[in-house]
């Protein structure tokens, strides 16, 4: 089986020998293909609304660039793969060569998702795919069903997180070639496992992004994000804009076979027009895979926008599979750790209620007022939304990678609150996603890291100091110096994991537990996801840090939860009333009359 998404730009192989280039280019007076091999320059045809195209003979392997007005060298935008630095040649790559082996993968339903979330770079001793792929069996053997990668799209430099891309079809080389990344996705499929791909819409990296000299329209001053020059869905010429995302996704599913794509900070994708870019971009890729494939999209988006999950009368998804919960993170980290900084301090009033509404209904927040964001509103209604809708997780990259330091939650927390709390997430029906090491309670720290050129790293250095500076351990310029410099090669290499640290304790406990609870997630959870009915979920607060919640089953079942996260026994109002199926405390005997400290049971009833 071979497989090739069929774009209207870039660098096309034909089956006659020759390559179609088309570059979009409304700025440029003249374009020109510069291929390496012949050191010659090859003009391209002008079409219309600003489009060039050249075809010509030339073989896979082959580099090249654009040139501009005869006067800049710039990649492809849609390049498939830099040999050297995103400033640099592109390498023409044919999609045909690879031979893919998963000819019967279909991929697996939403309800068993087990997410890992890794960083290539970190995650393994080699930091790419191959050593990526050394671990599938690891994985596979903790009860993982699905590997979601850090964004992979070609960045300046040779350490980043992802977020910084700026050729957006390029999986970026210090990982490994093309062949590499599909060799994995092949290799996991084999294993069946599924593997989601993180995606950037909403901004191009700080170093590397050539658009505005020819394609200026890409961007628009009508909008802002925190990262720079917003892209252009909604202005004059936008539909080729639009075009070139839309493509990106299909490119990763189809090309790349790809289970699932998570959108990054779609809050930060601003479109007055209609339909809205996140809708087009969900019905496209719905019409284009129609139900031959399992595709999972999975949005990050902080408005709470509960309309873009909404389910069909078959309970599949009109547009987005779900969101990631970023609500029931923030709960659990104020009830776990204490603190009431920046964005936490949204969830420091009745945090217990906050928990047993995330837990029952989705959302802490559907349409009430934030006080972190002055008073507005945040959110939309939830209750009535399955809970395969919400992705939970206590911890993930931007939850430990945006700390100072970079702490992971056993470095702040009791072990006994942090085992609770796992216990309440590896066996809600929700989807729940596992950050690289968490598992066994890995003490190396995610920090921020990135290879900018000097004047930039200036900035990005001083910028992150300046950032922690509003919090009280970090006022002073001595404890400024000790935040990690994120252009230090140190700091990337401080961030990887110490898979040594497995043989000893209580790392060897903390992965006993996770297997522990996934193997009861799989056997007696799983079973009964499709059979709990949206808007029936019901939660009892038991004290300040204790709840009960409900959820309905299909034909009167129940499936129940009762926990204390803090360190002082409550009363429980109401028994449950299934059978036990787990505890944290196997030596516990039920009294039915308190819940002690640092417990979590769970109860079914069919």
Not at 236 to 246: E, L, N, T, W
Not at 445 to 450: A, E, M, N, S
Not at 517 to 526: A, G, H, Q, S
């Amino acid at each position: 089986m071979r497989r090739k998404h069929e774009m209207p730009f870039g660098a096309e192989c034909r089956g006659d020998g020759t390559v179609r280039f088309r570059l979009w280019a409304p700025k440029a007076a003249s374009v020109a293909v510069r291929l390496s091999e012949l050191e010659r320059d090859f003009p391209m045809s002008g079409l219309h609304d600003g489009w060039f195209e050249l075809v010509t003979e030339a073989r896979p392997g082959t580099q090249y660039q654009f040139k501009i007005d005869n006067q800049h060298s710039v990649p492809d935008p849609a390049s498939r793969f830099q040999t050297s630095t995103v400033h640099g040649a592109s390498e023409i790559i044919d999609p045909l060569a690879y031979e893919w082996r998963d000819n019967e993968w279909h991929g697996r339903p939403w309800e068993e998702a087990v997410i890992y979330e890794l960083h290539v770079g970190t995650f393994s001793r080699e930091g790419t795919f191959a050593g990526a792929e050394a671990k599938l069996d690891y994985l596979s053997d903790l009860g993982i069903t699905a590997i979601e990668l850090m964004p992979l799209s070609s960045f300046p430099g040779e350490r980043n997180w992802g977020y910084d891309g700026v050729l957006p079809y390029a999986p970026a080389r210090c990982y490994g070639r093309p062949e590499d990344l599909k060799h994995l996705i092949n290799a996991a499929h084999g294993k069946n496992l599924m593997v989601l791909l993180d995606v950037v819409y909403n901004h191009f990296g700080p170093d590397g992004n050539s658009l505005w000299l020819y394609a200026p329209q890409f961007f628009t001053d009508r909008h802002r994000t925190p990262w720079g020059q917003a892209i252009n869905f909604d202005g004059p010429d936008s539909r080729i804009v639009r075009d070139y995302f839309i493509h990106n996704s299909l490119y990763w599913l189809e090309e790349y076979h790809f289970d699932g794509l998570r959108f990054d900070a779609v809050h930060a994708i601003a479109d007055d027009s209609r339909p809205h870019i996140l809708t087009e971009l969900a019905e496209t890729i719905r019409n284009n895979f129609g139900g031959e494939r399992q595709i999972h999209l999975v949005l990050e988006n902080h408005n709470n926008a509960g309309r873009y999950l909404r389910r069909d009368a078959k309970a599949n998804p009109f547009w987005y599979t779900a969101q990631w919960n970023d609500d029931i993170h923030h709960v659990f980290h104020v009830l776990l750790t204490g603190e009431t900084d920046g964005y936490y301090s949204d969830y420091t009033d009745n945090p217990a209620q906050r928990l047993g509404r995330c837990l029952a209904e989705g959302y802490a927040y559907q349409g009430e007022p934030s006080a972190f964001h002055d008073g507005a509103s945040r959110g939309e209604p939830s209750r009535d939304l399955p809970p395969e809708c919400f992705v939970s997780f206590l911890q993930n990259h931007d939850q430990i990678g945006n700390r100072a330091l970079g702490e992971r939650i056993v470095s702040l927390s009791n072990p006994a609150a942090v085992r609770t709390a796992m216990a309440i997430l590896l066996l809600a029906p929700s989807p729940l996603l596992l950050f690289m090491g968490e598992e066994f309670g890995a003490q190396t720290p995610f920090l921020f890291f990135c290879d900018f050129a000097s004047e930039l790293a200036d900035r990005v250095r001083y910028g992150r100091r300046a950032e922690f500076a509003r919090f009280k351990q970090f006022r002073s310029p001595e404890a400024q110096a000790r935040i990690p410099d994120p252009n230090d090669p140190a700091t990337f290499l401080a961030s990887k994991l110490d898979w040594a640290s497995l043989e000893r304790q209580p790392h060897r406990e903390w992965l006993q537990l996770y297997r522990e609870l996934l193997t009861c997630r799989r056997e007696k959870i799983v079973p009964q996801i499709k059979d709990i009915v949206p808007g029936l979920a019901q939660y009892d607060v038991l004290g300040p840090s204790a709840v009960h919640v409900r959820w309905g089953l299909a034909k009167r079942g129940t499936l129940e939860l009762i926990t204390n996260l803090g360190q002082d026994s409550t009363v429980l109002r109401n028994r449950p009333d299934g059978k036990l199926l787990y505890t944290t405390d196997a030596n516990c005997v039920p009294t039915w009359e308190r819940v002690p400290p640092f417990s979590a049971m769970w109860f079914l009833k069919t």
